[in-house]
C-alpha cells in the first residue's frame, strides 16, 4: 500500500489529473475563506455568551454577515504607508502571514474511511485520489517548516513598518517563535518514534486501527501518554499568538502590536491569518493526535468528513474557550514556560518513550525500565532544572540579570 504518493499520479499526469488537483486547491482555498467567516462569527458569540452579552446580530441571520460586512468595510478603506517603512517588505509581510496557514492545510487528510486495509481513497470524475490537497512523505515536517515561516509575515511588518512599538512586536514574535518551536518539535518527535514515519495520512492510517481491547482508541494522544499532546497545544497557542501567548500585539502597551501602521485590506489579511490560523492548527491537532477522520461509520461514505469537523469543532471552542478565560503572560513568564518547563518536559518525554520501546524490543523488564525512567533519570533532572531556577531567580533579585 503507497501512502506518500497520491494514487491520482500513478498513471501519469494529463490533464484530467491537473484539472482534479487545481479543483483540490480551489476546494481548499474556498472551504479555509468560508471557515475564517465562521471562526470570526464563532469567536464573537461564544466570547459574548461568556460576557452576558449579546454579540453580532444584526448582518444577516444571526449576525452571520458580519464578517463580510467588516470585510467590505476593510476593502474600501485607504491604504496607507508610512513614510520611515521599507516599502517592499512592508506590501509583502501580509502574505507571508496568510500563505503559510494555506500551506499547513494542504497536508491534513480531509475525509474517506481512513482503515488500514483502506487507506481512505475517494474516485472524482473516474479517478481514484486522496481526500486531501497533498501527502507528502515528509507532511509533519512541512507542518513544522511552514509554521515557522508565519512568524516572518509578524516580525518583517514591525519592523518594515519603522515605528518602534511594531517593532517591540516583531522581536517578541521571534523570540517566542525560538522559544516554543523546539518544544513543538520534540512532541512531533515522539509522534514519528510511535509511528514510524512522516506522513500525516499515515499516522492518520495507524490511528484508525484497534487500540487496546479494542474500545480504547489508538489515538496518539493516548499511545504517546498526552504529555507530548499538551506540549504540543501550549507551543501551538504560541506559535499563533493566541491568548495567554498574545504579547505580539498586546494593545494595553503595543498599541495594536505589529500590525499598528497597517490599513485597509492588508490589515485585514493579518485580520484573515490570525483566525485562519487556529482551523489550521485545530486540522494538523485533530490529524497528529486524535485520528483524523477516523471513526465509527455511521453516515455513509461522508462519515471521514463528519468526524473531522465535530473534531475540528471542539478545539475550535477550546481555543475560543482559553481566550476569554486566561489572562496574559507576563513576558517573564513566557520566557520561563517555553525553555525552563515545556522542553526540558518534552525532552525527558522522548527520552523515555525511547527506552520503553528500546526495553520493549530487547526483551528488558518493561516496569523497571519506567520506574528508571520516572524516578531516576526523571528526578535527577527535576532537581537540576530546580537548582537552576533557583540560581536564576537570585540573581535577579541581587540585579545581576534584567528582566
Not at 219 to 240: C, H, R
Not at 282 to 311: D, E, N
Request: hydrophobic share 55%.
Amino acid at each position: 500500500m503507497i501512502l506518500a504518493l497520491d494514487p491520482l499520479y500513478l498513471d501519469g499526469v494529463g490533464l484530467a489529473e491537473v484539472l482534479i488537483t487545481l479543483g483540490k486547491v480551489l476546494i481548499v482555498f474556498v472551504v479555509l475563506l468560508v471557515s475564517v467567516i465562521f471562526m470570526v462569527w464563532f469567536e464573537r458569540k461564544v466570547i459574548s455568551d461568556m460576557q452576558n452579552r449579546i454579540g453580532p446580530n444584526r448582518a444577516g441571520p444571526f449576525g452571520l454577515l458580519q464578517t463580510l460586512a467588516d470585510g467590505m468595510k476593510l476593502i474600501f478603506k485607504e491604504d496607507l504607508i508610512p513614510n520611515r517603512s521599507q516599502r517592499f517588505v512592508f506590501l509583502l509581510a501580509p502574505y507571508l502571514s496568510v500563505i503559510p496557514a494555506f500551506l499547513i492545510f494542504a497536508i491534513v487528510p480531509l475525509g474517506g474511511t481512513l482503515h488500514p486495509d483502506d487507506p481512505g481513497i475517494v474516485t472524482i470524475a473516474g479517478h481514484e485520489t486522496y481526500a486531501q490537497l497533498a501527502d507528502p512523505p515528509v507532511g509533519v515536517l512541512w507542518v513544522l517548516a511552514v509554521s515557522s515561516i508565519a512568524v516572518y509575515g509578524v516580525m518583517l511588518a514591525g519592523w518594515a513598518s519603522g515605528s518602534k512599538y511594531p517593532l517591540l512586536g516583531s522581536v517578541r514574535a521571534t523570540a517566542q517563535m525560538v522559544s516554543y518551536e523546539a518544544a513543538m518539535g520534540l512532541a512531533v518527535v515522539t509522534l514519528v518514534l510511535t509511528s514510524g514515519g512522516l506522513s500525516t495520512r499515515n499516522m492518520a492510517v495507524i490511528q484508525a486501527g484497534e487500540g487496546f481491547g479494542g474500545i480504547v482508541p489508538n489515538w496518539n494522544v493516548i499511545v504517546t501518554g498526552f504529555v507530548p499532546f499538551v506540549i504540543f497545544f501550549i507551543a501551538a497557542l504560541a506559535e499563533m499568538n493566541r491568548p495567554p501567548f498574545d504579547l505580539v500585539e498586546a494593545e494595553q502597551e503595543l498599541v495594536g502590536g505589529y500590525h499598528t501602521e497597517y490599513s485597509s485590506i492588508r490589515f485585514g489579511m493579518f485580520f484573515v491569518a490570525e483566525f485562519m490560523h487556529p482551523i489550521t492548527m485545530s486540522g494538523v491537532i485533530v490529524t497528529l493526535w486524535f485520528g483524523g477522520p477516523s471513526g465509527p461509520q455511521w453516515f455513509g461514505a461522508v462519515s471521514g468528513i463528519i468526524w473531522f469537523v465535530a473534531k475540528v469543532f471542539v478545539f475550535l471552542y477550546l481555543f475560543v474557550l482559553i481566550r476569554g478565560t486566561l489572562p496574559r503572560f507576563r513576558y517573564d513568564q513566557l520566557m520561563d514556560l517555553g525553555w525552563k518547563v515545556l522542553i526540558p518536559l518534552s525532552l525527558a518525554w522522548l527520552l523515555l518513550l525511547a527506552s520503553i520501546n528500546v526495553a520493549r524490543d530487547a526483551g528488558w523488564n518493561l516496569g523497571l525500565t519506567i520506574f528508571v525512567g520516572f524516578v531516576v533519570i526523571g528526578g535527577a533532572c527535576f532537581a537540576l532544572l530546580s537548582r537552576a531556577s533557583e540560581v536564576s531567580r537570585q540573581r535577579r533579585e541581587r540585579g545581576e540579570v534584567e528582566v
